[in-house]
């Protein structure tokens, strides 16, 4: 009886491990000593860049061969942290989060600040204010304002930034989905 048990608490334990999402996983970090004008001294500081990139890995199964099937593309997270010493302490004084998104072809950065984040988009070489979400009171919505259009924007259970809004021009509610970035 005793070791049913155990063969029982064992076969538990591999199934509900096996639920967990097989994802692939990268992180970089680099520091680098950088010399900056400040009140007309040459002042030391340290910045350290992490770069942090995750991908769930699906396939397509193939009925012949389980162990040779295709790679599907899946989004993937990324995550730069940008951290700065501004004295010669051994902690970081300032620390700015990015995630990156893709939306209709288009690579955006979100950018966290005190009222929620800013998102920006790539015009070339330049980088170009996209629009400003602000965090409701029930911390689950943001109000976001761009150039054309203001809506209310959530993160879905994917981590994509999903905003509703109104279009004059088509009448009609549109939903816009800022995906996790395909780099």
Do not use: C
């Not at 879905?156 to 939903?175: C, K, Q």
């Amino acid at each position: 009886m005793k070791n049913l048990i155990l063969v029982f608490a064992l076969l538990i334990g591999t199934s509900i491990y096996a639920q967990d999402p097989v994802k692939d996983k990268m992180k970089e970090t680099k520091v680098k000593t950088i010399k900056v004008e400040e009140n007309g001294k040459m002042v030391e500081k340290k910045v350290k860049v992490t770069t942090e990139q995750e991908q769930k890995i699906k396939t397509k199964i193939d009925s012949n061969h389980y162990e040779n099937s295709n790679r599907i593309s899946t989004p993937i997270k990324v995550t730069k942290t940008i951290s700065i010493d501004n004295d010669n302490d051994p902690f970081y004084d300032s620390e700015t989060n990015l995630m990156y998104y893709t939306s209709k072809e288009n690579d955006y950065e979100f950018s966290r600040n005190k009222s929620g984040f800013v998102i920006m988009t790539s015009d070339g070489d330049k980088n170009t204010m996209f629009g400003n979400a602000r965090l409701t009171s029930n911390k689950r919505y943001y109000l976001l304002n761009t150039n054309n259009y203001s809506g209310i924007g959530y993160f879905n259970d994917e981590g994509d930034f999903v905003v509703e809004y109104y279009d004059d021009v088509l009448g009609a509610m549109v939903i816009q989905t800022f995906g996790q970035s395909k780099l």
